[in-house]
């Protein structure tokens, strides 16, 4: 089974941090993505990566950055954190083998800003 | 931008009832899948249904799709207090490849 693992479950961070939020798949998937979710508003993309050091723009990348250096990780960065980033945030990959193949995501990152 | 929409938002049932969702799309699609959400967990892939393709199933999830009316169902069979879960419809469409989701159906199954 494909693992997407979140490097943590719960994070308190204060306004103006810089916060790294990590994602690690253990099946050699090209494809990651960032998503966050609220309530409401359901799952909305930040960032996707389709390949290593490439990046590319979803839908709500404002005050937002990516990492691919390894095909196996792809980080979030907030550069300076703000309390409407107060979210639970899911990564999650896929092969590109088949446009039609699956996410597999993380158990998510519920991050508090205050 | 929102392309699925499910409805309903909330859906409340006894066990072994069955539970219908509906999502409806506004643009063409590839692919259209369904998955669930346990309470604070990250997303779990149910089924998925191509264009060209009417109906699927999968044990006791049965799909539909309707591409002129640009909508699908998912029907659960039998349910079970497990299912208790929000379902989440996402449509992959031809132009970008993204995969965009709704807001989900919050499904409570009552033992």
């Known amino acids: 089974d494909v693992k997407v693992t979140q490097s943590s479950r719960y994070l308190v961070k204060r306004t103006g941090e810089k916060v790294f939020l990590e994602c690690v798949q253990d099946?050699?998937?090209?494809?990651m993505f960032w998503y966050r979710q609220d309530p409401g508003l359901g799952l909305r993309l930040i960032y996707f990566?389709?390949?290593?050091?490439?990046?590319e723009k979803g839908d709500i990348p404002e005050g937002y950055s990516v990492s691919r250096e390894k095909k196996e990780r792809f980080s979030l960065i907030l550069e300076s954190a703000s309390t409407n980033q107060t979210s639970m945030y899911l990564c999650?990959?896929?092969?590109?083998?088949?446009?039609?193949?699956?996410?597999?995501f993380g158990n998510g990152t519920r991050l508090t800003v205050t | 931008s929102q392309q699925g929409e499910e409805d309903p938002q909330a859906l409340s049932i006894q066990e072994g009832e069955n539970a219908t969702m509906n999502c409806s799309y506004k643009?063409?699609?590839?692919?259209l899948q369904w998955y669930r959400q346990n309470s604070g967990r990250g997303l779990v892939h149910l089924i998925l249904?191509?264009?060209?393709?009417r109906e699927k199933h999968s044990g006791r999830l049965r799909v539909t799709l309707d591409t002129s009316k640009k909508s699908s169902s998912l029907l659960i069979t039998a349910s079970r207090a497990a299912d208790t879960a929000s379902y989440f419809c996402?449509?992959?469409?031809?132009?970008?490849?993204?995969?965009?989701f709704g807001k989900g159906t919050l499904l409570t199954v009552n033992p």
């Open positions: 999650a990959s896929s092969s590109p083998a088949d446009r039609n193949s699956p996410l597999h």
């Open positions: 099946m050699d998937h090209e494809n």
């Open positions: 990566s389709y390949d290593v050091k490439m990046k």
């Open positions: 643009t063409s699609i590839n692919n």
């Open positions: 249904i191509r264009s060209n393709e």
């Open positions: 996402a449509t992959l469409t031809p132009s970008n490849y993204k995969l965009t």
